[in-house]
Each structure stands twice: as structure tokens, then as C-alpha cells.
């Protein structure tokens, strides 16, 4: 499934080598949503590099190509996400990047039940 994001995840995140390699060893779709869950970890950690190495993750896999607009608007809330943190504001990040989880977790199912 590609809504936008292209499978070349592996090897872009770094992180405990327990988490890298759950991540690597997931499918692409997976991919998204456990590095979605590691930003929205770092936001309630307040952690800033947690959060920009998995924001810097799901921007790199965007698939402009085929995500489009989608594509183009995803990006664009990674960066004012990145730009809050940058700033110490992590409360707007974290529910943004919930929303977005959810949203990603929806879309997979009902891609799947199609």
C-alpha cells in the first residue's frame, strides 16, 4: 500500500537497536505507524531529536510522485511540527501526529478490507 509514502524507510531511522529492528523488520505500511508512534513518544517525553529523527523520517518517505497533494500537505505539517519543537512546543505536535497516526491506521484497514 502507498498513500504517498515509498517503502525505503529502512536504514533512515536510528534509534535502540530493539526498535530500529522492529521497524525495519515490519511491512512498509507497519513502517509508518511505529515511527508515527515514536514521534508522538518523544513529544510526550520531550524529547526534540527523538521527534525530528522520526519527523525527518516520515518526510524522507514521502513519495511525491505518487502522493501528490497528499504528499505536499503531509510535508508541510512535518515542518510546522518540527518548527513547534524547535521551539519547545510539543502539545500541537503530539495531537497532530496522533491525528495523523489514526488516520494512517483507518486508511490501512480499510485499504486491507477492500
Known amino acids: 500500500?502507498?498513500?504517498g509514502y515509498?517503502?525505503?524507510m529502512q536504514g533512515q531511522y536510528s534509534g535502540s537497536n530493539y526498535r530500529t529492528q522492529e521497524i525495519m523488520m515490519a511491512p512498509p505500511e507497519k513502517q509508518v505507524e511505529k515511527v508515527y508512534d515514536v514521534a508522538i513518544a518523544g513529544c510526550m517525553a520531550r524529547e526534540p531529536q527523538k521527534i525530528g529523527k522520526a519527523l525527518a523520517t516520515l518526510m524522507d518517505s514521502l513519495n511525491f510522485?505518487?502522493?501528490?497533494?497528499?504528499?505536499?500537505?503531509?510535508?508541510?505539517?512535518?515542518?510546522?511540527?518540527?518548527?513547534?519543537?524547535?521551539?519547545?512546543?510539543?502539545?500541537?505536535p503530539e495531537k497532530i501526529l496522533r491525528e495523523l497516526r489514526d488516520t494512517w491506521?483507518?486508511?490501512?484497514?480499510?485499504h486491507r478490507a477492500a
Open 1 to 3: 500500500m502507498s498513500v
Open 6 to 8: 515509498h517503502s525505503g
Open 65 to 92: 510522485d505518487r502522493g501528490g497533494d497528499l504528499a505536499t500537505q503531509l510535508f508541510s505539517l512535518y515542518e510546522y511540527c518540527l518548527r513547534e519543537v524547535h521551539q519547545s512546543q510539543y502539545e500541537v
Open 105 to 110: 491506521k483507518q486508511a490501512v484497514a480499510t
